[in-house]
T-cell receptor, first 115, second 115 residues
Framework: AQKITQTQPGMFVQEKEAVTLDCTYD???????LFWYKQPSSGEMIFLIY??????QNATEGRYSLNFQKARKSANLVISASQLGDSALYVC????????????FGKGTRLHILP | AAGVIQSPRHLIKEKRETATLKCYPI?????VYWYQQGPGQDPQFLIS???????DKGSIPDRFSAQQFSDYHSELNMSSLELGDSALYFC??????????????FGQGTRLTVV
């Protein structure tokens, strides 16, 4: 079974609009961390935001926020006021405390921001 | 701030040749991960090191080997290269292995092309 599921292979959004990228995960470990990375066409993997399983509040980093719904096992990324430079592949990832610490990635959502 | 440094950025090799990829983690990060990302694929975990010892192993072919040195830099050695080894190879580093609530930072990747 997929550990990380991103159901939107691609999205087109108008500049300045907000966008939500979906991510659901599967784990039986009570302690885990969820990450979002941005991968532009240059290929580098840029860390955006992190949410811990025990965090009481949703994580926020500038224009990025994470809508963490633990009971539903979802960790959607919200980008407010999208910009042309936000066009990239967005990858959701998870690290489980009892799985030797490696990070497992989803397949990503390719976001296209339209002028 | 210092980031994860990978070298070379691009590498072209012929089939059956060998390649060595290098990774220099962020200072004071003691955990290093290697990932392989094929075209249009999500990153696949290869191997990780903590305090110079292998901590976890993923889908790494027997033709590949890796190690972490006393200065915490890591090298991924790839022998008998095949066309299917063409991919983007990422290195990531993280402080405090075993603590799930710490982000991992990725290098810019090495794009290996086998011809």
């Amino acid at each position: 079974a997929q550990k990380i599921t991103q159901t939107q292979p691609g999205m087109f959004v108008q500049e300045k609009e907000a966008v939500t990228l979906d991510c659901t995960y599967d784990t039986s470990d009570p302690s885990y961390g969820l990450f979002w990375y941005k991968q532009p066409s240059s290929g580098e993997m840029i860390f955006l935001i992190y949410q811990g399983s025990y965090d009481q509040q949703n994580a926020t980093e500038g224009r990025y926020s994470l809508n963490f719904q633990k009971a539903r096992k979802s960790a959607n990324l919200v980008i407010s006021a999208s910009q042309l430079g936000d066009s990239a592949l967005y990858v959701c990832a998870m690290r489980e405390a009892n799985r030797d610490d490696k990070i497992i990635f989803g397949k990503g959502t390719r976001l296209h921001i339209l002028p | 701030a210092a980031g994860v440094i990978q070298s070379p950025r691009h590498l072209i090799k012929e089939k059956r040749e060998t390649a060595t990829l290098k990774c220099y983690p962020i200072p004071r990060h003691d955990t290093v991960y290697w990932y392989q990302q094929g075209p249009g694929q999500d990153p696949q975990f290869l191997i990780s090191f903590y305090e110079k010892m292998q901590s976890d192993k993923g889908s790494i072919p027997d033709r590949f080997s890796a190690q972490q040195f006393s200065d915490y830099h890591s090298e991924l050695n790839m022998s008998s290269l095949e066309l299917g080894d063409s991919a983007l190879y990422f290195c990531a580093s993280s402080p405090r292995q075993g603590e799930v609530n710490t982000e991992a930072f990725f290098g810019q990747g090495t794009r290996l092309t086998v011809v």
